[in-house]
């Protein structure tokens, strides 16, 4: 059985965990974890799991307060590039959890893709987007999700179809561990103004 030991070149010991958060305070992690790629990450998950170590996952830290004793087991940051890719093809787009959220929005907009752009200013990661179904009033990042790949706390990963997936206002269903990328569709923006203008006409 593999130890956290077996991963020294991506763990920090009694890590600082206040720079990685917005409001800058809060302990350490008795074990930092950055991992390279999905295939390390699931390693790492499997070795917590089997040797009863607590997991806490550290996204962008917008949301996020930590206890001045620090926290216990292993924090896992997804702060690679493997896990932070953002893929467009037509009008579906893939993106991986670790990505800025404003990175997604910038990407989707520069493709000429409508229905993010209602979410400027919003900060984090795309994980943490989903996980808490980020929006306002005129929508939110839920409404455009197809699919969800995850990884449970025992280190499997599958992916979650839209009719399996439900979010309402500040609210997923994603309970998983760690949730790895999503793909989402959405309308051109030539769509969009074609859809308003058909509204506007009575059509």
């Not at 989903?130 to 939110?140: R, T």
């Not at 790895?180 to 969009?192: M, P, R, Y």
Request: glycine residues 12%; hydrophobic residues 40%.
């Amino acid at each position: 059985m593999r130890s956290l030991d077996d991963f020294k070149a991506i763990t920090r010991r009694d890590e600082p965990l206040a720079p990685y958060t917005w409001l800058k305070t809060g302990g350490p992690a008795q074990y930092f974890i950055a991992p390279r790629n999905a295939d390390e990450l699931v390693e790492v998950v499997r070795c917590c799991h089997q040797n009863h170590v607590a997991i806490h996952v550290l996204g962008g830290g917008s949301n996020l307060l930590v206890q001045d004793g620090g926290v216990a087991g292993v924090v896992l940051h997804l702060s690679d590039p493997a896990f932070s890719k953002v893929e467009i093809s037509g009008t579906s787009v893939t993106a991986g959890a670790g990505a800025l959220l404003s990175h997604l929005i910038s990407e989707t907009v520069k493709a000429g893709l409508a229905g993010l752009d209602t979410l400027v200013g919003i900060p984090g990661t795309v994980g943490g987007a989903l996980h808490g179904n980020a929006g306002g009033k005129s929508g939110d990042v839920g409404q455009h999700v197809r699919s969800v790949r995850v990884l449970t706390i025992a280190g499997e990963s599958f992916v979650r179809q839209e009719d399996e997936l439900a979010f309402a206002y500040r609210f997923s269903s994603l309970n998983e561990l760690i949730i790895l990328e999503a793909v989402s569709n959405f309308i051109s923006k030539t769509q969009k103004k074609s859809r308003a203008a058909c509204a506007n006409c009575g059509l």
